[in-house]
């Protein structure tokens, strides 16, 4: 660890606005998120150019209020860092412009932090998870299974063929009136259903590979909506799809972690740490199953506390500081990414594995 490192992380790949400072040897000086919930739940989703414009409002404001509380100027800094991609190119933009001018103007390292890595390295924050674990990241854009073998050394083993397992939660929630974002809201439904009243098949369970899919089971739920009475749906009909939703969610996500972990060991007999990261790993009923499944396999389950699952600027801080302490940063010409993968050789989704 290097208490001397002190790193500004710039979060604006979707709809939270973020900034926080983190020291080399692992203390959040400052976390501040601001998030965008209430200006896009009216629209049933996140809108790009609502976001983008949200965050060049609030950017300097929330920068300027992580610097407040670290009790730091910039230059006391190490360098900056910036979510350089994947996200919503508008707000990545943002947020790269203006890590590059602090950085620029206080001459300090620029890094372009991929989001993905982030979410990946924050368990080496907070439980100093040592290389190699597997990790399972799901969140409303992106679910995949990664063999992490060091920073910048990801080996993917399965993605989604279509839609991510947060998008379908919320596309779900949606569907049966519950608003947005749909994950939290779900959850809640499902504790309240009976579980015997639906029955939902787990999309490529059984199947070769590691691969998700989750666009059959939110149109199951449809279907399943479609053979109910007309009219206006009952609360128990709700709550009793949320819970079939849930857990057919939760049957396809440990067959195909079960596979992961399979395939994990046979390039790390010694790998025993199963993490999971992103906004859907706040889902209890998730966590649970996940739990058990790697008591079940002699693996320790890791989840970053519930603030830094979802977007935050402290993961984003974190990933600098690893990358810096390898010498690794960015030139201020660096160009935003859309898409960015971790894994650049990894197959095609959907292929056999």
Not at 38 to 63: F, Q, S, T
Not at 119 to 140: E, I, K, M, N, Q
Request: with cysteine; proline share 6%; aromatic share 4%.
């Amino acid at each position: 660890m290097q208490p001397d490192l002190l790193v500004l992380g710039i979060e604006s790949s979707c709809d939270e606005t973020a900034a926080a400072v983190v020291s080399g040897d692992g203390r959040i000086l400052s976390n501040q998120v601001l998030s965008q919930i209430d200006e896009h739940r009216k629209y049933g989703g996140v809108v790009p150019e609502v976001a983008a414009r949200a965050h060049l409002d609030h950017m300097d404001h929330i920068i300027g209020a992580a610097m407040v509380e670290a009790e730091i100027g910039f230059s006391d800094l190490s360098g900056v860092a910036a979510t350089g991609g994947p996200g919503l190119i508008g707000g990545v933009m943002v947020g790269v412009m203006a890590g590059k001018a602090i950085a620029m103007t206080h001459d300090l390292p620029f890094i372009a932090v991929n989001h993905l890595e982030a979410h990946a390295l924050t368990v080496r924050l907070t439980d100093d998870v040592a290389f190699p674990y597997l990790l399972l990241l799901v969140s409303g854009g992106h679910c995949q299974l990664l063999s992490v073998e060091g920073v910048g050394h990801f080996k993917r083993l399965g993605t989604t063929v279509d839609d991510a397992l947060g998008e379908a939660f919320d596309k779900t929630a949606k569907m049966l009136g519950l608003g947005y974002p749909g994950g939290p809201a779900v959850e809640q439904a499902a504790k309240l259903g009976d579980p015997d009243r639906f029955t939902l098949a787990s999309p490529m369970v059984g199947r070769p590979g590691c691969d998700f899919s989750f666009s059959g089971l939110k149109t199951s739920v449809r279907q399943a909506v479609e053979k109910l009475p007309p009219g206006p749906l009952e609360e128990s009909d709700v709550n009793s799809l949320c819970t079939a939703f849930q857990r057919a969610a939760g049957r396809a996500v440990l067959d195909r972690c079960k596979r992961a972990i399979a395939m994990f060991r046979e390039d790390h007999p010694e790998g025993n740490t199963l993490v999971v990261a992103g906004g859907v790993a706040a889902n209890k009923f998730l966590c649970t199953q996940l739990e058990s499944l790697a008591t079940a396999h002699d693996m320790k389950l890791v989840a970053p506390p519930l603030n830094l699952c979802t977007d935050n600027g402290a993961m984003i801080a974190w990933a600098g500081i690893e990358h810096l302490k390898l010498g690794h940063t960015d030139p201020l010409d660096f160009a935003p990414r859309p898409r960015w993968p971790l894994d650049p050789d990894a197959a095609k989704a959907g292929a056999k594995a």
